[in-house]
């Protein structure tokens, strides 16, 4: 497997459900990503890892809940949704910092999970 | 804080023509990084170009080419030679140097490509 992998690509859940999406890195970066991607909104940053620690979260509701076992994994636990948080959640990572901070910090994205809250 | 605008919605252009997709920025920072990502239906999506601001050049890849504007704060794309395989959304987005993690985008362009 190479560059980032999501899953699963679609989700259908219910309001009072608990499902989790998964994200896994193989391209050895030490940042990771959840976006959330709503029609005609600019992307919205949710939370931001660096090396397995926190460092952003965008005002997030706590319905949302990430987890970042190590620096190659990210999930994201979702329970009690709305059907306004219905979307596409992309995942992505990125190499950034270093002495200079000389790294771009492009971000390499999975293709997104698909989410309908009923 | 920084944001990133993209005015068109939609754009459209002829199969082999040329089309040019805007975008502008707010920042008070004076280093920093501007991309164009693209995603096609159902794929992910991929980084474009890149622009370093402390270059004056402007940035080019192949059939695309970016016009960087410092002072007026805009950074658009211009593709050259269209193929169908460039409809797509197209992002701006922003990542200051020293800002950490954070990369802002703005809410997208829709090519398409007519034949």
């Known amino acids: 497997e190479t560059g980032v992998t999501q899953t699963p690509r679609h989700l259908v859940m219910g309001m009072t459900n608990k499902k989790s999406l998964k994200c896994e890195q193989h391209?050895?970066?030490?940042?990771m990503y959840w976006y959330k991607q709503s029609a005609k909104k600019p992307l919205e940053l949710m939370f931001v890892?660096?090396?397995?620690?926190?460092?952003e979260n965008n005002s997030v509701p706590s319905r949302f809940s990430p987890e970042c076992p190590n620096s190659s994994h990210l999930f994201l636990h979702l329970h009690t949704l709305q059907p306004e948080d219905s979307a596409l959640y992309l995942c992505?990572?990125?190499?950034?910092?270093?002495?200079?901070?000389?790294?771009?910090?492009?971000?390499?994205f999975g293709e997104g999970s698909r989410l309908t809250v009923l | 804080a920084q944001t990133v605008t993209q005015s068109q919605p939609e754009m459209s252009v002829q199969e082999a023509e040329t089309v040019t997709l805007s975008c502008t920025y707010d920042?008070?920072?004076?280093?920093?990084?501007l991309f164009w990502y693209k995603q096609p239906p159902s794929r992910q999506m991929i980084l474009v170009i890149r622009?370093?601001?402390?270059?004056?050049q402007n940035a080019t890849e192949n059939r695309f080419s970016v016009n960087f504007q410092k002072a007026a704060k805009s950074f658009s794309l211009k593709i050259s030679d269209s193929q169908l395989g460039d409809a797509a959304m197209y992002f701006c987005?922003?990542?200051?140097?020293?800002?950490?993690?954070?990369?802002?985008f703005g809410a997208g362009t829709r090519l398409f490509v007519k034949a």
């Open positions: 992505a990572s990125s190499q950034v910092g270093g002495l200079a901070d000389t790294n771009t910090g492009e971000l390499f």
């Open positions: 391209l050895g970066h030490n940042a």
């Open positions: 890892y660096n090396f397995k620690e926190q460092t």
């Open positions: 920042t008070s920072e004076s280093d920093y990084y």
């Open positions: 622009q370093e601001a402390y270059k004056q």
């Open positions: 987005a922003y990542r200051g140097r020293t800002g950490g993690f954070k990369t802002i």
